[in-house]
């Protein structure tokens, strides 16, 4: 199982990234696929997952309305398109995979994670 994060960056308050999160070693239909970000001197928390089975997703209150999460089984990849991005969005992103299709995927119960990538908001 492996799990590749990419596509951060540095962008100004307002601005758009997307992230990709490519997967191998498994197939995206049968797991929940959760990204988290832990921002500098904070804990790691849960951003957004996308269920394997039927793709319903869920997001923190705090990227609402902001982000959106997607996938694309046929290249196995994840990708969270993070729009209006503030200051308080700066950290370093993961991708995640549960043992399980646990969904929600709560953070304890992560099996698997994929390198970070560093999103950086300038204001």
């Known amino acids: 199982v492996q799990l590749q994060a990419s596509g951060g960056g540095l962008v100004q308050a307002g601005g758009s990234l997307r992230l990709s999160c490519a997967a191998s070693?498994?197939?995206?239909?049968?797991?929940?696929i959760g990204w988290f970000r832990q921002a500098p001197g904070k804990e790691r928390e849960g951003v957004s997952g996308?269920?394997?089975?039927?793709?319903?997703?869920y997001y923190a209150d705090s990227v609402k309305g902001r982000f959106t999460i997607s996938r694309d089984n046929a290249k196995n990849t994840v990708y969270l398109q993070m729009n209006s991005l503030k200051p308080e969005d700066t950290a370093v992103y993961y991708c995640?995979?549960?043992?399980?299709?646990?969904?929600?995927?709560?953070?304890?119960?992560?099996?698997?994670w994929g390198k970070g990538t560093l999103v950086t908001v300038s204001s």
């Open positions: 995640a995979r549960g043992p399980l299709n646990y969904y929600p995927l709560p953070i304890d119960l992560v099996a698997y």
């Open positions: 070693g498994f197939s995206l239909d049968y797991y929940t």
């Open positions: 996308i269920s394997g089975t039927d793709g319903s997703t």
